[in-house]
């Protein structure tokens, strides 16, 4: 089975590259708390919402709406209501993680097909059955903490489609509960567009050296010309007993270009690319790299070679230029 290329569109522009170059599905949100990439300056309207899917369509190409984050208990109506935004755009799938949005959804829009999110957190195909029996879930977005024999054996095992990511930021992988960023802006990891959210993080340049800092805590400080990563908590260097590092993460981006012909036989359904807050001319070059490269593994899986021009390509567009295929491979295993 020939997996489907579903690539980010954090904006109209990136929607457009996107498609240019050769998604087979984009996936985007509102500019709403119902999203979880809830940054300024980045979305759709529910109008542009509908202009999408009429352009997406006209090209025979999927319009996937994440609708991802938790609904507030005390006033869900936001989450519902973009629900029903979404049916009405005709879009092709809703990805989802509240189970009260799922049931809403299989509820007064049964012919809406749903995908589990990431945020959902659901590793095994048990947990993806439940989602599967209860609430529709056509297809489950598998965490990025899987080995590849891992996700082979859900993919075997589980009643539904299996996605996995292809390419993107790694983290500290708690997907979506992650409350790091919160202690330095007091934001909701849920619904205000943390990790980062934009009034949070600030620029001062002093002399040619650049701070970043997030809630007017210092989280980096980079030199004249040195490259400049996602301005996160995880990723901050900090001094720790005189020694200036990386304390918890180094900045890094998973690509499994490598592992690409074992993914498509363990029979994974789509290859999802990180990076809704990223630029289109990211989206545009990212997807390019992984349509060529989808294309050559069908062609062939025993003659597939990762050409050097995709893996530069990659590398100057991953997080400290740098990249790892993260939990898929644990040699020490």
């Known amino acids: 089975m020939k997996p489907e290329l579903v690539c980010p569109a954090g ?33 759709f309207s529910p109008t542009e919402l ?60 049964p012919e809406l097909r749903l995908h589990l999110s990431v945020q959902g957190s659901a590793t095994n195909h048990e947990a993806i059955a439940l989602y599967h029996e209860r609430y529709g879930i056509q297809r489950a977005v598998l ?25 993107g930021s790694l983290c500290v992988m708690v997907e979506g509960r992650c409350a790091l960023s919160s202690y330095a802006t007091g934001c909701s990891p849920n619904n205000a567009g943390v990790c980062s959210p934009a009034e949070a993080v600030s620029w001062e340049e002093q002399g040619g050296r650049v701070d970043a800092r997030l809630g007017g805590v210092l989280i980096d400080r980079y030199q004249p010309g040195e490259h400049r990563a996602y301005p996160t908590l995880c990723k901050g260097r900090f001094d720790v007993a005189g020694q ?40 545009g070059q990212v997807t390019k790299v992984w349509r060529q490269a989808i294309d050559q593994a069908m062609a062939g899986l025993d003659r597939f070679h990762v050409a050097p021009a995709w893996r530069q390509t990659l590398e100057r567009v991953s997080e400290g230029r740098q990249t790892t295929l993260g939990a898929l491979s644990r040699p020490w295993q």
């Open 244 to 283: 200036l590092d990386h304390a918890l993460e180094e900045p890094t981006s998973l690509n499994t270009l490598d592992v690409l012909p074992e993914l498509i036989q363990a029979g994974v359904a789509a290859i999802k690319i990180e990076g809704r807050q990223r630029s289109a001319a990211y989206i």
């Open 143 to 167: 965490p990025r903490v899987l080995t590849l024999s891992q996700v082979a054996h859900v993919v075997r095992q589980s009643p539904v489609e299996i996605e996995v990511f292809g390419f």
């Open 50 to 109: 509908k202009a999408a899917v009429q352009q997406a369509h006209k090209l025979s190409r999927k319009v996937l709406m994440a609708i991802n984050t938790q609904a507030l208990a005390s006033d869900p109506a936001g989450w519902f209501r973009a629900v029903d935004a979404a049916a009405e755009a005709g879009v092709d799938a809703l990805i989802v993680a509240d189970v009260a949005v799922m049931a809403y959804a299989r509820r007064h829009h």
């Open 11 to 43: 904006s109209p522009r990136a929607l457009d590259v996107a498609l240019e170059a050769g998604a087979d599905a984009v996936y985007l949100g509102l500019r709403d708390a119902t999203n979880a990439r809830n940054f300024a300056g980045l979305n």
